[in-house]
């Protein structure tokens, strides 16, 4: 299994990022995918979950409205859109998948700076 995001970077609050996440190495329209992030001192949090269809998803309160998350199922790629960003979304962000096993794949994360 490989997961390799892409996309971070540099932004001023108030602005727009895409994050992309390519998968590899397992039948990924089959599975949910997850984003999750990670800020300085701070634990890993949930960010979104897509359903292996791209029908259903679903946001943590904090991201609600600003984030969209969607899939390219002929692609192998899930993508985090993220608007009206602020200093506090500024985290190392990671895409995940959880096998049939439960067992947790990450990929190197990429990093997102929220400042002015």
């Known amino acids: 299994v490989q997961l390799v995001e892409s996309g971070g970077g540099l932004v001023q609050p108030g602005g727009s990022l895409r994050l992309s996440c390519a998968a590899s190495?397992?039948?990924?329209?089959?599975?949910?995918m997850r984003w999750y992030r990670q800020a300085p001192g701070k634990e890993r949090e949930w960010v979104a979950l897509?359903?292996?269809?791209?029908?259903?998803?679903h946001y943590a309160d904090s991201m609600k409205g600003r984030f969209t998350i969607s899939r390219d199922n002929p692609k192998n790629t899930v993508y985090l859109q993220m608007y009206s960003l602020k200093p506090e979304d500024t985290a190392v962000y990671y895409c995940?998948?959880?096998?049939?096993?439960?067992?947790?794949?990450w990929g190197q994360g990429t990093q997102v700076t929220v400042s002015s």
């Open positions: 995940n998948f959880r096998s049939r096993y439960m067992v947790d794949y």
């Open positions: 190495g397992f039948t990924f329209s089959t599975y949910a």
């Open positions: 897509i359903t292996s269809t791209g029908d259903s998803t």
